[in-house]
């Protein structure tokens, strides 16, 4: 049961990147998703979520509008396309499993105690 995120990379501000969360030895459909990142010295954070019908996705206020989760099912995968990337986005990013009870409430849905299976992580940095 192995959790991977990819798809991290060097980009210049105001770029885009579209991170997958790939997983193998299980079937992402009947969990909700959650991607978080962190940057050197800062706590992780929350950054977007998606139950596992699709049905509902939730972004955190710094990256709404310029981030977009979605799932694919057929290929066992969750992706984050990341646009109109800035400096402050540079973190390493992660993915996670989680339910659909968490991703429901707000209190919850970017809590990292709430999410069970964490893939490795891949860079983003944005720089000119």
């Known amino acids: 049961v192995q959790l991977q995120a990819s798809g991290g990379g060097l980009v210049q501000p105001g770029g885009y990147l579209r991170l997958t969360c790939a997983a193998s030895g299980f079937t992402l459909d009947y969990y909700a998703i959650g991607w978080f990142r962190q940057a050197p010295g800062k706590e992780r954070e929350g950054v977007s979520c998606i139950s596992s019908s699709e049905a509902s996705t939730y972004y955190a206020d710094s990256v709404k509008g310029r981030f977009t989760i979605s799932r694919d099912n057929a290929n066992n995968a969750v992706y984050l396309q990341t646009d109109s990337l800035k400096g402050e986005d540079t973190a390493v990013y992660y993915c996670?499993?989680?339910?659909?009870?968490?991703?429901?409430?707000?209190?919850?849905?970017?809590?990292?105690?709430?999410?069970?299976?964490w893939g490795k992580g891949t860079q983003v940095t944005v720089s000119s």
């Open positions: 996670a499993t989680g339910g659909d009870r968490t991703v429901r409430y707000p209190s919850l849905r970017f809590l990292s105690s709430e999410y069970y299976v």
